[in-house]
């Protein structure tokens, strides 16, 4: 591919926008075209479930690059306009209003979708979820009518949007199926201390709870109907139980797909001249020495960064601790590695003081740490995972252990360094 061929991006959040850029500073030339079907710029989702959601976040901010970015950089943004086919064989992509686009490289950035819930009345009105700016504009507009208000799942996008509209005075229950709140991304003394402060606040959280049926009257939820046989009245009802990646494109084109369009550590898919990045790939990661999908902005930012230096035809393999924060009811939650369901933990601080932070070993490995309002520690321990510098459980829970001092002065971050032990670039 030269310098001149042109490249399109799929894709409308955070790893489109980022590749877009990390092309024009990767040197990139030719022609850049972002194709959406959302009706704006690339934008940021985190804010749709925190300060979007509660009304004191400007519309502009969602953006991940100010508007005029990208005509500045030469860069031509396709909103609105659906990507419907791949023919790889003649490098073109194939739009729902009959065009086709040529072009050297594709990135495919397509992300994920909300999953529907699995009942009878899943869409009718009242009915919400929380994936894209339509969904949070349609959940806004309904609240103010809204009394009584039914969250399904336990996981962050719930809990976060929970928090939020019981402050505006909404009487808030949260149905989890599991046995706990945060299942998958927090360690059960994390869950259980954001289950307590929900409960502070009026929060109804009913766990092992799993939603049969949605009860309507005249067309709109009235009530939510469990296993339990219970009947949760509800004039409005968010379901936030995960996402399916987007991968319809990639398969149809014959990409390799396995729960995600499956790419190597340069972001390269199975087939030449393509690529993929962020919450639709299967990719490997070196640090934790497994394949895996990710559904973050650090996973969105830094693969798509290695995927232009790909298309530019430099390699830079990804593998970086994964990274991601829930804000809820004032308290910031960082995560760095991947705890398991059922980690050995090392609990530093009080979690009634509202800052702790809980350090995941398999066996005596350190994997993973949460820390609730105690940044630094998430950032010594992200060091730590990055350089290979694993501290025991036995040093963690000492009384002394100072997790900054362990660090030699300038252990840098993955992304701060052109290689990363253990890969060939
Ligand atoms: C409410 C909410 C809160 C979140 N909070 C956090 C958080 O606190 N911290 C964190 O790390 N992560 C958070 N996330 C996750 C994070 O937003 C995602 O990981 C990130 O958006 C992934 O970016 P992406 O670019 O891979 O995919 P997406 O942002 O999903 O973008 C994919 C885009 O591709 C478009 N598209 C798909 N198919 C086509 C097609 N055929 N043609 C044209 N366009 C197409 C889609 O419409 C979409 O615009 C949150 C997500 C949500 C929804």
Redesign the pocket.
Known sequence: MSNADPIVI?????????LADSLRREGYGGAVTV????PMP?????????LY?AGILDHEKLLYRPRDFYAERGITVMSG????RVDAAARQLH??DGSTLPYAGLA???????RRLPVQDADASGVHC???LA??EQLRAALPAATRVVCVGGG??SL??AGVMAAMGKHVTVLAAQHRVMESAGTPEVAAFFAAEHQKRGIDIRTGCSVTGIDTENGAVCAVLTARGERIPADLVLV?IG?EP?V??AQAAGLACDNGIVVDEFARTSVPSIVA?????RHPNAILGRSLR???????VEQ?KTAAATLCGKQRAYAQAP?????QLGFRLQIVGLAGREPRTVLRGDPASGSFAVWCFEGERLVACQSVNRPREYMACRRMLENDLLPTPAEVAHPRFDPEARLPRKAPLAFQRRSVPGVVA
């Open positions: 799929v894709g409308g959040g955070q790893a489109a926008g980022q194709l959406c079907d959302e690339p934008y940021q989702r985190p804010h749709l479930s925190k959601l306009r659906r990507a419907t739009l729902d495919l950035c397509t992300g994920a979708v909300a929380l994936r894209t969904d949070c962050l996008i976060e949007a936030g996402v987007e319809a494109l990045a962020g919450d639709c790939t990710l559904e973050s902005v650090h996973n969105a798509a990274w991601f924060w829930s804000d």
